[in-house]
Every structure is written in structure tokens, then in C-alpha cells.
């Protein structure tokens, strides 16, 4: 049987759409991120999350992202090297008045500008909120 606080962090993986065997890279851990997130989401891939070192085609990138961690188009433009050509990349965020918090017009105007387009935003645990970030549909489809 399941607490409710664990449906809660078991939800969190659903929410960003991680499902079991995918793997999922995470960019810019610190002492500050949520680990119940990062619990679940390894419960629900089975395995360990990989570090900004990986080198394998990723399918969903974790970037922790604060408002002092520097360029986030570059980071960005890091994250999305190993991505596979479906993956996403979720920016996980500091909440409004938390430490680091980010406005979300600076993810609104890097976003664009390294070829991603943001598609939903949710809340992610108590402190932190993600932006769902995909590569936009691509000019193939509109050439049929």
C-alpha cells in the first residue's frame, strides 16, 4: 500500500512523463535540489540518474537551474548535444521566494534562441518549479 506522501513523489515522475528504462540525465546538481524527485524518478527508471558526464543518447534531461548559475542558453545548447532527437529537457527551477528563484521570462527569452521551443510548466516538489522544454516540430512534416 502506498502513503500518500510516497503517490505524491511517485507522481512527480508521471508528471514530467519519465517512464521505466528511460534514461535520464540531470545538469547542475547542488545541495539544494529536491531528492524526493530525484528518488522517485530513479524508482521509476529503475536505475541511477546520469551525471552532466554521460555519453550515452539521453532521453530526458534534469537541468537544475538557479538564477546565479551563469548562461542558461549555453547550458541549454550543452544539454541538448546528447538529447535524443524526441527527448526533453525539463529546467527545474527555485520557486517564487526561494534562493536562486529564476523569472520566467529569462527561460521564455533563452528558450528560442537555441532552437527549443517551451511547452508546460509545472510545480515539482515543494521548492521548485519545470519547464518542459522539446525541439520543435520539424520543417519535414509541413513539407508532405
Known sequence: MVAAGDAGNAGVAESLGIKPDMVVQEIGWDEDVDDDVRAAIEETIGGELLDEDAQEVIDVVLLWWRDNDGDLGDALVDARGPLDENGVIWVLTPKTGQPGHVEPSDIAEAVP????????????????????????????????
Open 113 to 144: 534562441q537555441v532552437g527549443l521551443a517551451q511547452t508546460a510548466n509545472i510545480s515539482v516538489g515543494p521548492g521548485w518549479l519545470g519547464t518542459r522544454l522539446v525541439s520543435p516540430k520539424s520543417s519535414k512534416a509541413k513539407q508532405r
